[in-house]
């Protein structure tokens, strides 16, 4: 049952985002989204992207699994044609959850499978390949590290809502230790490390992931950290800084790219009514990257923008816009129907979301017309996803359109697309959230349960979500 998305033609979301003031513009002509494009050299067929989705479906040591296999050579052989690998940790500590890849000599031969699999999947279904871009986000989670919450700034609304020892359920005070500038200096090592084994196992870039409040956003907010990595904007960005020159130059030949959150905002909470309510918080905010310190429910790109100037002149060459937190603030993420197991009933209407997601990246399309930025947050739209993209792709506000969730329900929307046809729609994503619930299901032997799309992929992942269903209904219910 759809709750707000209650759109029968394009015309009425059309007017219907008039009425509220937004700015969603849809293209009946998709001819925008096939256009092909050259990126640092690098030929890239059309305008699609797979988002990195994490699948939560690895080993315990952090290799890929059956799961991880099958999904990319879904994405493959699904016709768009930048594929955004999902988040691997450059370090054991660094991983979100029991299941999350880790970007390690061990795991090469896996790292290298998975580009070989997404790579024959593109030529069994569309012959050439030479023209798809194949990547891999490298992490650290940060606050969000699985084994213990590593923190790079203290936070006055997220740290009561960090658990620091699990037994206890004790979160992190003004006590809790801040990683180190000497763990900083040794962790860019291991970006390095990673970018090169990415590299050497066919990775055609990769993304020094930036967003969701995992480690390297939160230093970008780090205003009140002591030392050489906090204070200053200088200093915020010298991890970011040092990495990118680093890795380019110990890695010539591999594109580099970044995932940013280019607006944190503020955490939320669970209302009395189970609606997103804010938490509380002191003005002014000092802990949150491109947001207004007096107003912290509205971007402040002066910073953001500043910074994608000085990656680009580094080198970075392709730029996937973000915002929000998955764990506090999901309505900014990925506009949704039905709140995630661990959210809330959304706070806005989604399309505001939705219409944030836009105007934001066309800033930063506006800013740097030359530079190739992807666009997020484009599942909530349904069928209408690609005629927005297409939108937005022929007037300049973005130059790709990355697809999340419905990647998942119908990783071949490329194909629908490409040949000019409807999406299916008994595939189409309608952000039920029952991926997040299954990321968020911890209650297995393996500490995690594999996510995908139980609903339209349901061979696979109908007997995942019956599991974690079955054993505790209660941590998997699809809404809050
Ligand atoms: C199951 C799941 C896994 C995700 N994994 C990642 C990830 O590994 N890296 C990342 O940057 N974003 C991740 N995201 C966020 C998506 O890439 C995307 O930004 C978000 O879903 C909004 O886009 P959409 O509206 O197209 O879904 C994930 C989202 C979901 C639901």
């Not at 200088?234 to 580099?256: A, H, M, S, W, Y």
Request: some cysteine; aromatic content about 8%; overall charge neutral.
């Amino acid at each position: 049952m759809s709750r707000d998305f209650k759109y029968k033609t394009a015309g009425a979301l059309v007017d219907d985002a008039r009425a509220r003031g937004l700015d969603i513009r849809l293209s009946p002509d998709l001819g925008p989204l096939t256009t092909p494009l050259s990126i640092a050299g690098r030929q890239v067929g059309n305008r699609l992207v797979i988002q990195p989705m994490e699948g939560c479906d690895g080993t315990l040591e952090g290799a890929p699994d059956v799961l991880t296999f099958r999904r990319y050579e879904r994405f493959g052989a699904g016709g768009a044609k930048l594929i955004w690998g999902e988040a691997a940790a450059v370090v054991p500590e660094g991983r979100a959850n029991t299941r999350q890849l880790l970007a390690d000599e061990r795991h090469a031969e896996g790292l290298e499978r998975i580009v070989r699999l997404c790579r024959e999947g593109h030529r069994a279904a569309w012959r050439d390949d030479s023209d798809l871009l194949v990547g891999l986000q490298l992490t650290h989670s940060g606050r969000y590290s699985v084994a213990r919450p590593i923190l790079a700034q203290h936070d006055p609304v997220l740290d009561p809502r960090t658990i620091v020892d699990k037994t206890t359920k004790a979160t992190a005070g003004p006590d809790y230790p801040l990683i180190d500038d000497d763990a900083l200096d040794r962790l860019q090592d291991a970006y390095v490390t990673a970018a090169r084994l990415a590299a050497r196992v066919g990775f055609d870039f990769v993304d020094l992931k930036q967003c969701h409040r995992y480690l390297l956003n939160e230093l970008l907010a780090a205003r009140t950290r002591p030392g050489k990595y906090g204070g200053s904007f200088e200093n915020r960005t010298r991890f970011i800084r040092t990495i990118v020159q680093r890795i380019k130059d110990e890695c010539p030949g591999l594109l580099l790219a970044t995932r940013l959150n280019v607006f944190d905002g503020i955490p939320y909470q669970r209302g009395d009514d189970a609606r997103g309510v804010p938490c509380p918080y002191e003005l002014p905010v000092r802990s949150s990257w491109g947001t207004r310190e007096d107003d912290p429910f509205v971007p402040d790109l002066t910073e953001p923008l500043a910074l994608v100037g000085l990656l680009r002149d580094s080198g970075v060459a392709l730029v996937n816009i973000s915002m929000g937190n998955p764990y506090a603030s999901p309505h900014l993420v990925r506009p949704f129907e039905y709140a995630p197991v661990d959210g809330y009933q959304t706070p806005e209407h989604p399309l505001i979301g939705v219409d944030r997601h836009f105007r934001v990246t066309a800033q930063f399309q506006a800013a740097y017309p030359e530079l190739a930025i992807v666009g997020s947050g484009y599942s909530w739209l349904q069928a209408y996803l690609f005629q927005a993209g297409a939108a937005n792709v022929r007037d300049g506000r973005t130059t790709l359109v990355g697809v999340g969730r419905a990647s998942l329900s119908q990783p071949d929307f490329g194909r629908h697309v490409l040949l000019g046809m409807p999406l299916d729609p008994k595939r189409t994503c309608r952000t039920f959230s029952y991926c997040t619930a299954l990321m968020r299901a911890k209650h297995n032997d393996l500490g995690q349960f594999a996510t995908g799309c139980p609903p339209f992929d349901k061979a696979v992942y109908g007997p995942i979500w019956q599991e974690a269903l079955g054993s505790e209904p209660g941590k998997v219910t699809k809404d809050a």
